[in-house]
């Protein structure tokens, strides 16, 4: 299956606030935006990535970028998607923010809906699968022994929406280093994802070198050939039925 592997950085919304920990913004000066998406092919060695700088510049001294000029960067998104015909999207709590960020841009400059893929999101995979301390990207590479996440000072943001270029390179860098980590923790939670049914090959990761591993049954109570991808570690079963029932049941 071709599955993307990416992460997204947004710029933060601009709002005034009378102090500096109210929460309610008495009112909002710019939108929040997609500066940058952070992309691997699952057959790349390393990450490309899509920045709002390379399509446009600052208009303002303090704001920086005008929000529309990140619809070039949601619309290379959609051309990604399309060129390499990709059936499935990962990242790492990408289901409740990267995917639904890419989806709600995508609209609000009238591309359209984006087209179905499958999801996959790894904190979703780490939740299920594993009790963790914690579910964090960082802390996750840290349990796995990925490589450590470099951890950006806040004020990156505003440099990058300004077009700091020390600071547009950080970004870069850090973006690229999640990306590499979803991929990365992906490969260790991919053969407990929820793919079963193998018609030539390991669902996971495609390899034919796959083992009998005794009967699946369905919850309905049909019983299939249940197979041990001798690659990933993946269990997936056959397609058809079987009419060979294990003994016990008889
Ligand atoms: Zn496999």
Redesign the pocket.
């Given at each position: 299956m071709r599955t993307l592997y990416f992460d997204i950085e947004t710029a933060p919304m601009v709002a005034l606030h009378f102090r500096q920990w109210d929460s309610n913004a008495m009112k909002v000066i710019q939108e929040p935006y997609v500066m940058m998406v952070g992309y691997r092919l699952d057959t790349w060695k390393r990450a490309k990535t899509i920045q709002i700088w390379d399509h446009a510049e600052p208009v303002h001294p303090t704001l920086g970028f005008d929000p529309k000029d990140s619809k070039s960067v949601i619309e290379r998104f959609y051309e990604i998607i399309d060129k390499y015909d990709v059936q499935r999207v990962c990242g790492h709590n990408s289901d409740k923010f990267d995917v639904k960020w890419m989806q709600g841009q995508g609209l609000v400059f009238g591309l359209g809906p984006m087209k179905p893929m499958l999801q996959t999101d790894t904190v979703k995979l780490a939740r299920k699968h594993g009790n963790h301390r914690s579910n964090s990207l960082a802390d996750l590479c840290e349990i796995h022994g990925i490589a450590p996440k470099h951890k950006p000072s806040h004020d990156l943001w505003h440099r990058c929406m300004t077009g700091e270029k020390a600071a547009e390179k950080e970004m870069e860098k850090y973006c690229k280093q999640d990306v590499n980590s979803q991929h990365d923790l992906h490969k260790i939670y991919a053969?407990l994802d929820n793919l079963v049914v193998s018609s030539t090959?390991?669902?996971?990761?495609?390899?034919p070198d796959l083992t009998k591993n005794g009967k699946h049954q369905s919850r309905a109570g049909i019983f299939y050939q249940q197979y041990r991808?001798n690659?990933?570690?993946?269990y997936s079963r056959a397609r058809r039925k079987t009419p060979d029932i294990p003994s016990y049941y008889r």
């Open positions: 053969p090959g390991c669902p996971n990761c495609g390899s991808c690659s990933c570690g993946k």
